[in-house]
């Protein structure tokens, strides 16, 4: 397993994951899922086999940081994978001078999230009309 953040020229790793994951699958609409802010966020993705599985993204609104667009591919889900991927970027976010971390979590995950310690407030929300909760973790 190898995670890294990647850089303008490599982008497209993380996209081509995400365009799997929420266009695809989820049926998501390209306009929001590509909504512009990429350039403004940390993206990494994590391989296997030298192979683009997973990704996510840390950006930072309104001096808050959000953890956002964590996706794994379908073949590779329930093996472990999207915990490390939160560790990674959770661990980033913690270096980069932050206390807490912030994420809209689909709701049908709530329960992955809270495993890794965040903790839902408010009340659940339409995102793309997918069912949301907001969640936080202190780090």
Not at 12 to 29: C, G, M, S, T
Not at 37 to 56: C, E, H, Q, R, S
């Amino acid at each position: 397993m190898e995670m890294f953040f990647l850089d303008d020229s490599n982008l497209n790793l993380a996209f081509d994951v995400r365009k799997k994951v929420f266009i695809e699958e989820q049926k998501i609409e390209k306009e929001l899922e590509f909504d512009g802010t990429d350039k403004d966020a940390k993206n990494m993705i994590l391989k296997i086999d030298n192979k683009p599985v997973g990704t996510g993204r840390l950006i930072k609104i309104d001096d808050k940081m959000y953890i956002g667009r964590v996706a794994v591919l379908k073949e590779h889900r329930n093996k472990g994978y999207a915990s490390h991927l939160m560790k990674f970027l959770l661990n980033e976010a913690k270096n980069m001078g932050y206390k807490e971390v912030f994420i809209h979590a689909q709701s049908y995950a709530k329960n992955f999230y809270e495993k890794l310690g965040f903790k839902a407030f408010g009340d659940e929300f339409l995102e793309a009309n997918i069912p949301h909760i907001y969640m936080k973790i202190e780090i």
